[in-house]
């Protein structure tokens, strides 16, 4: 067999670049002058009409596509299983047996917190992983900011002197984070769990933060600091959940107390995975509200 | 005909959402691309959630030990759901970081002009 020498195995083995005439072809129409000022008027006035026929061209194509799109998906869906039926493909023994042996192997009322939380715990450390990731992107891009624009965002409230929304959030302020915990403690009991309490702590977070300004808040919940306690929930999550596939995987017969069904502290690691899980919610919504929101005030 | 039509409204409503949002991807405003991206999450959140109905049965709260699957509707898809909204999230703020970014640097929202200018190399009209 002879060696491949077709120009994309040559891209791979990195000895020519793919792009590069595209790019010299694309710097050539618009970024870099050409050689010859007096040539540049009547090439520049065309490429301009060339660009304004394919902004239109693109338009046209655009919604036809989306027609196109609306029919396509909407025939398809008239052929799916009807709204409601008992025997459609995706209910099938998965999900029976996730509620039918879920309560006993998990310890858990909520078959989808057990179902998340243990069958596939794996999968919500990668989701938690997923929010960590967005919220280090943003603190990266949005960190170093100039002066010139501190005002470059209107400010949503910053009036120290909005009494009806400050005496409003003093009243409702505690019982949002009431609720917000309920929530996150009794997510493998009731419907909820760690995102959604995490989500209620963040917006009660963010509603203190809008009504009595960013300062007092971020003083004490500075990104740095919701990022250093996010990194130590996603350890701990780690750290639990390695516990559980090491023993599993071994065979060793640690059993994990799964404790009475239906009190608060039972069905093993769901609970201390679910503050976990909550604790990085609320960070990272709060987080984003701060680094979103900065230079308003 | 009309009856399948009327027992699949959510898919159905969940199809003309996602065509909505995909129709507000044109505008050249980077913030009402976001919402269009929005509204696309929010069908498909739509759809799945109709995917795991299943007509008379309740929430998946098992209360006793040996519970019979068929009083209950189908749990696998909202755990999808769970994972496509934190998934939104993400990309969302993202979106927004980046649109900041952008704000600043130069002075638009609009993504034609945008574009015009960081051909020129020119930042701030």
């Keep these: 067999m002879t060696e491949p020498n077709g120009r994309f195995s040559q891209w791979l083995r990195g000895e020519t670049d793919l792009f590069d005439e595209a790019?010299?072809?694309?710097?050539?129409?618009?970024?870099?002058?050409?050689?010859?000022?007096?040539?540049?008027?009547?090439?520049?006035?065309?490429t301009g009409a060339m660009l304004?026929?394919?902004?239109?061209?693109?338009?046209?194509?655009?919604?036809?596509?989306?027609i196109l799109l609306l029919a396509l998906l909407l025939s398809a869906v008239m052929d799916l299983p009807t709204f409601g039926d008992p025997y459609a493909p995706s209910s099938n023994e998965v999900s029976d047996r996730y509620v039918a042996?879920?309560?006993?192997?998990?310890?858990?009322?909520?078959?989808?917190?057990?179902?998340?939380?243990?069958?596939?715990?794996?999968?919500?450390?990668?989701?938690?992983t997923v929010l960590f990731a967005a919220a280090i992107s943003v603190l990266f891009l949005l960190q170093h900011r100039t002066d010139s624009h501190r005002h470059a965002f209107a400010p949503v409230t910053t009036n120290e002197n909005d009494l009806i929304l400050q005496t409003a959030v003093r009243i409702s302020f505690p019982f949002i984070l009431m609720f917000g915990s309920y929530v996150v403690l009794n997510g493998h009991l009731s419907p909820g769990g760690g995102f959604s309490g995490g989500a209620v702590l963040g917006a009660g977070l963010i509603l203190y933060g809008a009504a009595f300004g960013r300062e007092g808040l971020s003083e004490k919940l500075p990104p740095e600091r919701t990022s250093r306690i996010t990194v130590i929930c996603l350890l701990i999550y780690a750290a639990l959940k390695c516990f559980s596939f090491f023993t599993g995987a071994n065979h060793m017969a640690i059993e994990i107390p799964k404790g009475i069904p239906g009190a608060i502290l039972s069905s093993g690691f769901i609970l201390p995975l679910n503050i976990c899980v909550g604790i990085i919610v609320a960070c990272t919504i709060f987080n984003f509200f701060l680094l979103i929101t900065e230079g308003d005030d | 005909m009309l009856e399948h039509i009327i027992n699949m409204r959510f898919e159905i409503a969940a199809v003309f959402l996602f065509a909505i949002g995909f129709m507000t991807l044109l505008h050249p405003n980077l913030i009402k691309k976001i919402i269009g991206i929005n509204i696309m999450d929010t069908s498909i959140f739509l759809f799945l959630a109709a995917a795991g109905y299943v007509d008379g049965r309740t929430a998946p709260?098992?209360?006793?030990?040996?519970?019979?699957?068929?009083?209950?509707?189908?749990?696998?898809?909202?755990?999808?759901?769970?994972?496509?909204?934190?998934?939104?999230?993400?990309?969302?703020?993202?979106?927004?970081?980046?649109?900041?970014?952008?704000?600043?640097?130069?002075?638009?929202?609009?993504?034609?002009?945008?574009?015009?200018?960081?051909?020129?190399?020119?930042?701030?009209?």
Excluded: W
């Excluded at chain 1, 790019?23 to 970024?31: A, K, M, T, V």
């Excluded at chain 2, 939104?88 to 945008?114: G, H, M, P």
């Design chain 2, 61 to 125: 709260i098992v209360t006793g030990l040996g519970a019979d699957p068929s009083q209950y509707i189908n749990p696998v898809p909202s755990g999808l759901v769970l994972t496509g909204i934190v998934v939104s999230v993400s990309t969302t703020a993202f979106f927004l970081a980046l649109t900041i970014r952008l704000y600043r640097k130069y002075n638009s929202l609009n993504l034609d002009k945008i574009l015009l200018l960081a051909r020129k190399g020119k930042e701030k009209v």
């Design chain 1, 101 to 128: 042996d879920g309560l006993e192997e998990t310890g858990a009322l909520n078959a989808v917190a057990g179902m998340i939380l243990d069958y596939r715990a794996f999968d919500t450390f990668g989701e938690s």
């Design chain 1, 52 to 66: 304004h026929r394919r902004y239109t061209m693109f338009h046209i194509l655009f919604v036809t596509s989306c």
């Design chain 1, 23 to 46: 790019r010299s072809l694309i710097l050539n129409q618009d970024g870099v002058p050409p050689a010859d000022p007096p040539k540049k008027k009547p090439k520049r006035r065309k």
